[in-house]
C-alpha cells in the first residue's frame, strides 16, 4: 500500500477547483483555530510548571526556602515511605524556611530534627534544633550522633553537597538510612556519587521535576 495521504471526501460529488479551494481554506482555518488551542494550552501548563519549579518566590512562614515546591511534596512522600526514620539531620540551615518545615514535619511524627550550619543567617530559626558547626571540621561527633539515631535522613544542602555526601556516608552503617542530596545537576552531579551509595527513587524524582536525589548505602557498606 502506498504511504502516500489519499484525501476521502465524505459527501457529494467531485469538487470543483473553486469549492475545492474553499474546503482547503476551511480545512487550514480548522487546523490553524487548533493549532492555537494547543499553544495555549502549552502555555498554560508551562505556567503550572513554573510554579512547581522555581525557587525566586519559596518560603514558609514567609521564611525563604531554596526549593522548588515539588520538592515539598517529594519530602512529604519520602518520610511517609520510611516510617523507621527516627531523625532529620540538615546540613546546610541557610534562612531557615525549609529548616522549619522539617520541624515541623519532624514535630508532627514524633521524630528529631538537627539542622547545621557554619553562619547563622537569622535568628528566628527551629527551638532547640540549629547548632552553628563546621560540618566537616564536627563530621566524627555528629557522625556519632547519627549513628545513635540511625535510621536517619541526613540532607545535604551546605555549601559543598558532593563531600558532604562523600563524608557522611561514611559515617552512616544502616541501609534503611536515607542521604538526600539537594541541587541535583546544578552544584551535584552524577560523577559526584560515591561507590559505597546507591541511588533511589530515581524515576519519582525525575517524574516530579526535583532538585533533589535520594541514596542509601549499599548492603556491602554496612
Given at each position: ?11 457529494g ?18 487546523t ?8 495555549a494550552r ?12 522555581r ?8 521564611i ?15 518520610l ?11 546540613l ?25 550550619d ?18 566537616f ?64 527513587y530515581?524515576d ?5 521535576g ?13
Open positions: 500500500m502506498s504511504d502516500r495521504l489519499v484525501h476521502q471526501r465524505t459527501k460529488p467531485a469538487s470543483t477547483p473553486a469549492a475545492r479551494l474553499i474546503e482547503l481554506q476551511n480545512a487550514l482555518s480548522a490553524e483555530r487548533d493549532l492555537d488551542a494547543a499553544k502549552v502555555e498554560e501548563l508551562e505556567a503550572q510548571y513554573d510554579i512547581y519549579h525557587t525566586n518566590d519559596v518560603s514558609f512562614g514567609n525563604p526556602a531554596a526549593q522548588y515546591r515539588c520538592d515539598f511534596w517529594l519530602w512529604e512522600w519520602l511517609n515511605e520510611n516510617p523507621q526514620i527516627n531523625c532529620v539531620y540538615e546546610g540551615t541557610w534562612h531557615g524556611g525549609f529548616s522549619w518545615w522539617l520541624w515541623a514535619q519532624a514535630k508532627a511524627r514524633k521524630i528529631g530534627f538537627q539542622t547545621f557554619s553562619v547563622i543567617q537569622r535568628e528566628h530559626l527551629p527551638p532547640y534544633s540549629f547548632h552553628k558547626v563546621d560540618v571540621a564536627s563530621a566524627e561527633a555528629l557522625g556519632g550522633a547519627m549513628r545513635e539515631d540511625e535510621p536517619c535522613v541526613v540532607f545535604c544542602d551546605n555549601g559543598n553537597k558532593p563531600r558532604e555526601l562523600h563524608t557522611y556516608s561514611k559515617e552512616l552503617r544502616s541501609t534503611e538510612s536515607l542521604l538526600v542530596v539537594h541541587d541535583w545537576n546544578t552544584e551535584f552531579f552524577p560523577e559526584d556519587i560515591p561507590d559505597n551509595v546507591t541511588m533511589v530515581e519519582f524524582c525525575v517524574m516530579l526535583s532538585l533533589t536525589r535520594v541514596f542509601r548505602l549499599k548492603e556491602s557498606e554496612q
